[in-house]
């Protein structure tokens, strides 16, 4: 939960989802990095921890259309932390569906589970960035047709996986569209971003006629 993900599900297992989801969330131990057994640590600075702030605060007025299923503690007395916090969107188009947070928050949207193709539409335009993205599902056609619908939607795609903790070398990580140019740290794809390819071609046979074989009659 460290970049401010977004996640959607199916209609049919958003209870149960939630109910898994809100005890794991209650589960992690925050504080100090000095504390290796603490999962989520303080954000960067004051000025990322006002964002997320002002976006939890957002999500709990009464017009939003949002509203808190777990967390949403903010404390900056004794550094900037931010409770792990999980955001319901009742709009797909939520303001903090298409922004990147980058902090321990995450917004689910609930779709209709007989909609699914609407769904994949949904996460392939609601937002510019294309870092990483996940599809976890147990019918092997949903992860085929996901799979090719969000093509264009993750530099790095995982399936059945959490979409973190791509490993260098193994898995060389990148993003698309407005998180990057797609080259892969940690791969020779990523060495064509410090290259100026240049071609060269030289004849030692010269050429006497402008005419091809294919032209001759037969």
Not at 20 to 36: C, I, P
Not at 93 to 112: A, I, K, R, S
Not at 157 to 185: C, E, H, L, M
């Amino acid at each position: 939960m460290q970049c401010g993900f977004k996640g959607i599900y199916s209609s049919n297992l958003a209870a149960e989802i939630r109910k898994k989801l809100v005890a794991e969330v209650k589960s992690m131990k925050m504080g100090s990095v000095e504390d290796f057994t603490n999962f989520v640590n303080a954000v960067i600075d004051e000025k990322s921890f006002d964002k997320l702030e002002a976006y939890i605060k957002g999500s709990r007025k009464k017009d939003a259309k949002a509203k808190v299923w777990v967390g949403g503690k903010c404390d900056k007395t004794e550094g900037y932390f931010i409770e792990p916090t999980v955001i319901e969107a009742l709009d797909p188009n939520y303001v903090t569906m298409c922004e990147e947070l980058f902090g321990p928050v995450l917004t689910v949207y609930v779709y209709d589970e007989n909609k699914f193709d609407d769904a994949l539409k949904l996460v392939d335009n609601t937002s510019p960035y294309a870092l990483t993205g996940a599809v976890i599902a147990r019918d092997r056609y949903a992860l085929e047709q996901a799979t090719n619908k969000l093509r264009n939607s993750a530099g790095n795609f995982y399936i059945n996986d959490k979409p973190t903790g791509a490993v260098v070398g193994q898995q060389p990580f990148g993003g698309a569209r407005a998180s990057g140019t797609n080259d892969k740290a940690g791969s020779l794809l990523n060495l064509y971003r410090w290259l100026s390819a240049r071609t060269i071609k030289e004849t030692f046979v010269p050429v006497t006629d402008y005419r091809y074989p294919f032209l001759g009659e037969e």
